[in-house]
């Protein structure tokens, strides 16, 4: 069930990373782990969708820190 939690970005929201990608640098940050971050990246496809990424598990950090 906690694999499942995350349920993917609004529909649209790809279509408009994308959009804005020629003219910004598009970044995520997020509280997150490894189990999230390989749905984000496999099933949604978020993470191709975006220049960088900064996710808690990997630096160490969490929001708001």
């Given at each position: 069930?906690?694999?499942?939690?995350?349920?993917?970005?609004?529909?649209?929201?790809?279509?408009?990373?994308?959009?804005?990608?020629?003219?910004?640098?598009?970044?995520?940050?997020?509280?997150?782990n490894?189990?999230?971050?390989?749905?984000?990246?496999?099933?949604?496809?978020?993470?191709?969708?975006?220049?960088?990424?900064?996710?808690?598990?990997?630096?160490?950090?969490?929001?708001?820190?």
């Amino acid at each position: 069930m906690f694999t499942a939690w995350p349920i993917g970005p609004y529909p649209g929201t790809l279509d408009w990373l994308e959009d804005l990608r020629p003219r910004f640098r598009t970044a995520l940050f997020s509280n997150t782990n490894a189990l999230h971050e390989r749905r984000m990246r496999d099933e949604m496809e978020l993470l191709d969708a975006l220049d960088t990424i900064f996710l808690s598990h990997r630096i160490g950090l969490a929001k708001p820190a």
